[in-house]
């Protein structure tokens, strides 16, 4: 079993009815997207221009692989007059040495919801608290204003997950995943869980 279907497997049951409805909250095809180092046991997904953000706290520090479901066929909003291109619709970390038959045995719930609505739709995914991000030399905020031409840039080389890489923290490692959402107003985060409930994986998804 590969990562995508397994993440897909999870996410299904979680959006399974008793009635047996199903409803799939993303798009696309979940890719390795890197690695997140987590300097402390904090993870957060937030909107770069906005003080939104959704936090989780019980994956150890370390190196945790990443997975984006990126989906090129999002229809622009309307309000959106320039070439829209492929865009993140779920985004997922599994736990270090987690295989993929674990995440599709693991339980899903919801672990919460944000109102994100960036103006850029650019996110980063940080292994540190949202307060102490700064990418480069430039604040979360400022730096949202350029990563979307460089955004652009991995698309046009041809690169399947459209994805930067920035280091956060020298001294420790903690990195930056930073990418596109689509129609990202609103987000919901889901935590999978064992037998044991140990955390085997967090998922984002249903930007909207």
């Known amino acids: 079993m590969n990562m995508h279907d397994a993440l897909h497997a999870t996410l299904t049951r979680a959006f399974t009815s008793p009635f047996g409805d199903s409803h799939v909250p993303y798009t696309g095809v979940f ?12 993870i957060c997904l937030s909107a770069l221009d906005t003080s939104e ?39 997922a970390v599994v736990a270090a040495g987690v295989t993929a ?13 944000a109102h994100l609505d960036p103006w850029s739709g650019v996110f980063a995914l940080t292994g540190v608290e949202r307060r102490d991000i ?19 840039g991995l698309v046009a080389s041809g690169q399947t997950v ?33 037998e044991e409930g140990t955390v085997v994986c967090l998922i984002w998804a249903e930007f909207d």
């Open 134 to 152: 700064t990418l480069g030399e430039a604040a979360a905020e400022d730096y949202a204003d350029y990563a979307e031409p460089r955004i652009r």
């Open 162 to 194: 459209p994805v930067l890489d920035e280091l956060i923290d020298p001294a420790t490692g903690a990195n930056a995943l930073v990418f596109l959402a689509a129609h990202a107003a609103t987000c919901n985060g889901y935590v999978g869980r064992d």
């Open 31 to 42: 890719h390795a997207a890197g690695e997140l180092v987590v300097a402390t046991p904090n």
């Open 53 to 91: 953000f959704l936090h989780f706290d019980e994956i150890p520090a370390g190196r945790h692989p990443v997975y984006a479901a990126v989906d090129d066929r999002i229809e622009a909003p309307d309000e959106c007059d320039e070439e829209y291109g492929p865009r993140v619709t779920a985004v």
């Open 101 to 113: 038959e674990q995440v599709a045995a693991a339980s899903c719930e919801s672990d919460g919801f």
